[in-house]
């Protein structure tokens, strides 16, 4: 059994940032999970990012770690706006950034997390046990997908969700039909059509929404009317970039309110020519039933209110996630029952702590509490510092009441070098 003041349960942007900042502070803590595990497995080679550069970076204690850094020493030509940026050069950029300033990551799941008096006990998949005083959740998106019930209970060989795919070449040659009318249907058709699938995509909206494409020398007067922020343009997402702590003061029906109000489904500006007349587009399509017949999947669809029936070799659900605690399998019922407060949302106190003193949430799944900045690599900047200065500062006040020992621990802790 080893033992640590922080578990960090997660090796994304979120926990990766948040470890660099307790790192820097000299706070003994210790994260877990693949290095940027979602974005090498679960997303399409080829992806460009739908965040602007600029607004792409992971958080750092100290300046010099940002993607701009990253493009200017290894030679990469950068552009704050506009820049195609894929999914490989963001993924390496990850990947310098922990090496630079996260140090070692333990590539492992946790398979339990319990309470064991006031600490945390985490069972981890190679078989070893750790104790921990603060935990920390950041695991992205993992385990929310949402899938219409239509497509629910379809064999896997003929229907998934966007999250599954990494890889894409399966699909070469078959015909691929999406459900979905945001930047992953619209981003997964490109793909699938660039590598030689027939696609179509059925989405429940009138029209594609596109996003515009950043104008480079705007006029300052335009830049006031609407400044650039990191979730887009205008005074809206500069608030909601900028202030989570003030979209925390909302209250819940508020928060709601403008959390389905914002960033609904759309496309990025860089897809439209890759798309419109390449793809095949069923606008106010809704999937009513599937079935499996001939090894074909077949989708009963109501179409601009006609009946009609859509046959392919396998259906993508692209619709997108839903946080949901209880998804989590790993946690114990007590932490489930404790955190899960509106039907699986954990409800968040300004420092990102749970209900239960001593574990946090952050990232995505915070973004109830935060907004939707939490649902971006941005919102880095907001959680990471907020997270290790309240952790830092609970530890110090605990270690001058407590008598907690680390006792022996066989395994090294991270500290600050
Ligand atoms: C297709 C797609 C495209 C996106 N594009 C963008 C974009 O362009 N810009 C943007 O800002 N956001 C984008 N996002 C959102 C993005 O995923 C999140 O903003 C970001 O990844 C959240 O970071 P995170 O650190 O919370 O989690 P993640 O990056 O998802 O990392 C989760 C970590 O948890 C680890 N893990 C999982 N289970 C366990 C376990 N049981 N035990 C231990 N570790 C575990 C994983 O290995 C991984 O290290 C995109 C999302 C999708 C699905």
Redesign the pocket.
């Known amino acids: 059994m080893s033992v640590t003041d922080t578990a960090i ?7 990766s940032s948040l470890a660099a900042h307790l790192r820097a502070a000299g706070m003994a803590h210790q994260i ?8 090498r497995n679960y ?1 399409p080679p080829g ?1 460009l ?3 602007e550069a600029f607004a ?1 970076s992971l958080h750092a204690p100290r300046s010099g770690f940002t993607v701009e850094d990253y493009c200017r020493q290894k030679g990469i030509p950068y552009q704050p706006m506009g820049m195609a940026f894929p999914l490989e050069t963001f993924v390496d950029y990850g990947l310098w950034f922990q090496g630079s300033l996260v140090g070692d990551i333990q590539a492992v ?2 398979l339990n997390l319990r309470r064991v008096g006031g600490q945390f006990q985490l069972a981890l998949s190679d078989g070893r046990s750790l104790i921990a005083r603060k935990v920390v959740i ?5 385990g929310y997908a949402q899938t219409p019930p239509a497509l629910q209970g379809l064999p896997q060989r003929y229907a998934s969700h ?2 599954q795919h990494g890889d894409l070449t399966w699909a070469r040659g078959k015909d691929i039909v999406i459900v979905g009318g945001g930047q ?1 249907a619209l981003g997964l058709s490109a793909l699938l059509h660039e590598l030689g699938a027939r696609v179509r995509v059925l989405m429940r909206e009138a029209e594609i929404v596109w996003h515009e494409r950043p104008e480079a020398g705007r006029s300052i007067l335009s830049k006031i009317r609407h400044p650039d922020a990191g979730l887009g343009r205008g005074w809206r997402s500069l608030f909601l970039s900028e202030c989570p702590h003030l979209f925390h003061m909302l209250d819940q029906a508020r928060r709601r309110l403008v959390m389905d109000k914002s960033y609904g489904a759309s496309g990025a500006w860089w897809l439209h020519d890759r798309v419109v007349d390449k793809v095949e587009i069923w606008s106010r399509t809704e999937v009513r039933s599937a079935s499996i017949d001939n090894d074909r999947v077949v989708l009963r669809v109501m179409s601009d209110n006609e009946e009609a029936l859509v046959d392919a070799d396998h259906v993508i659900a692209a619709t997108g996630f839903k946080t949901d605690m209880r998804q989590h399998a ?1 946690l114990s019922k007590d932490i489930v029952d404790a955190i899960s407060v509106h039907g699986g949302l954990p409800e968040l106190t300004s420092n990102y702590e749970t209900r239960i003193g001593g574990l946090y949430v952050i ?2 799944a915070s973004a109830h509490s935060f907004g939707p900045v939490m ?4 919102g880095t900047k907001h959680a990471a510092p907020s997270v290790a200065r309240h952790i830092a500062g609970s530890l110090k006040a605990g270690a001058r009441e407590s008598r907690w020992s680390p006792g022996d621990s066989p395994m090294s802790e991270q500290t600050s070098e």
């Open positions: 349960i997660g090796a994304g942007p979120y926990g877990l999970g693949e290095p940027m595990g979602a974005w997303m992806m990012l739908r965040s792409s799941d946790v950041a695991l992205g998106l993992k966007s999250e992953s790993f990232g995505p649902r971006f690599v941005y």
